[in-house]
């Protein structure tokens, strides 16, 4: 896994298209080393990008800001990293937010989650248990996702059918395997996602 | 303030956006696009406002690709993009013009999903 912030970002901008388009974001989420920062870099057309978002426990108005306020609140900082997909035509430029999903972090979490298309959660057959928080967090804003199963060289042999089963699956919640490596694979989690994301467009939401 | 470009920054990203300014809650998204209308600056502007105008004087940026490469916090970066979008020296565009209608909470529509199915279908090499 590695999150570590490049030590120097690329000083020149990759500028977006020109000419009209929308941007569209999608959740990638699951718990730190699963391949999250894995799967944004292979899609990534851009090198992939850091920022923190800083939440202090007093989580109130802009006021608390001030200097002598932020004194003494405990404040924490949490990663977010994010990569940028054009798609071909360059009217549809997506971005992929990469994201823990901790509860402690809820208010940072609604407004990631936000507008988003819906998430893509990655899990690990060696620690599913580590998943529960962040599908906890997806289903109750209503999101739509869709599961992928990260094989890394060494994960033990899986049955699709017992991970959706240990993970409590809905019925038609998608559950793919993934190589957060490969293009294609990380694609075929996306479509899987968007899939799920139009099917569920008008059946359940508000 | 900017004696070298991977320095860490010498301002706390707090006081980035100047004393005294009173921060309204954001109408901009993360994902708002953001490019130089090429007002210059103000004396009251900061370094750091300078920056962010510069950064985005040859194109478009999403104002958390601003915060970014400026390796400022998120919020930081959508509260200065506000302030300059207000002062005119930068001009925005919204993510999903019409995602404001009250029935879709921000979401794409089934139109644009399904565009994004496709541009992804389309993406795939095998």
Known sequence: ?206 | MSRGQHQRRLLPAYLATGAGSAPLPSTLDTLTALRASGVPLAAYHTPVHRRVVELVSGGSLTAVEIAAYLSLPASVGLMLAEQLVSDGLLKASVPIPDALAPSRAGRPSLQLMEEVLNGLQSLRVA
């Open chain 1, 1 to 206: 896994m590695d999150s570590s912030p490049s030590a120097s970002p690329d000083p020149r901008p990759v500028y977006l298209p020109e000419g009209d388009h929308q941007r569209v974001k999608i959740l990638v989420a699951g718990p730190l080393g699963v391949g999250k920062t894995t799967a944004i870099r292979t899609l990534s057309q851009i090198p992939t990008l850091h920022t923190d978002e800083v939440m202090t426990d007093a989580a109130a108005g802009a006021d608390d800001l001030s200097f002598v306020g932020l004194r003494d609140k405990t404040t924490t900082t949490v990663a977010i990293d994010f990569g940028r997909l054009t798609l071909p035509g360059d009217r549809v430029v997506l971005y992929l937010y990469g994201t823990p999903g901790q509860r402690r972090f809820l208010p940072l979490w609604e407004g990631i989650a936000f507008g988003a298309l819906g998430a893509l959660v990655l899990v690990d057959t060696r620690r599913l248990d580590e998943s529960f928080e962040v599908m906890d967090l997806i289903e109750e804003r209503g999101l739509p996702y869709a599961v992928a199963v990260n094989t890394f060289p060494d994960s033990p042999d899986y049955d699709l059918e017992i991970v959706r089963k240990k993970l409590d699956l809905a019925p038609d919640t998608p559950l793919v395997t993934c190589d957060a490596r490969e293009m294609d694979s990380s694609l075929n989690s996306l479509i899987a996602l968007t899939a799920h994301s139009i099917a569920s467009a008008g059946v359940g939401a508000s």
